[in-house]
């Protein structure tokens, strides 16, 4: 589990809420690269935004850190076999 965090109800819940769609609208538009300003969103949203692409980020760069250590392992693995 990457955010060590266990939900205490059905993560899937949280689409219905108008701020997670939201959020998860502008996440679109910035990759789709037609958002016209952020400026133009209530302050909420910016916060919301930016708790998620924070726990995004957090969680990429955990998951990237677990698949170093794994190949790390596996290549000290590997060169333990060839001796």
């Given at each position: 589990?990457?955010?060590?965090?266990?939900?205490?109800?059905?993560?899937?819940?949280?689409?219905?809420?108008?701020?997670?769609?939201?959020?998860?609208?502008?996440?679109?538009?910035?990759?789709?690269?037609?958002?016209?300003?952020?400026?133009?969103?209530?302050?909420?949203?910016?916060?919301?935004?930016?708790?998620?692409?924070?726990?995004?980020?957090?969680?990429?760069?955990?998951?990237?850190?677990?698949?170093r250590k794994q190949r790390?392992?596996?290549?000290?693995?590997?060169?333990?076999?060839?001796?």
């Amino acid at each position: 589990m990457v955010t060590k965090a266990r939900p205490q109800t059905c993560p899937w819940r949280a689409y219905e809420q108008p701020i997670v769609a939201d959020v998860l609208s502008i996440r679109a538009k910035q990759r789709a690269k037609t958002l016209t300003a952020k400026t133009d969103l209530p302050q909420r949203t910016l916060d919301a935004v930016t708790a998620f692409e924070t726990a995004l980020s957090a969680c990429r760069h955990e998951i990237a850190e677990r698949d170093r250590k794994q190949r790390e392992a596996e290549e000290r693995k590997t060169k333990g076999q060839k001796r």
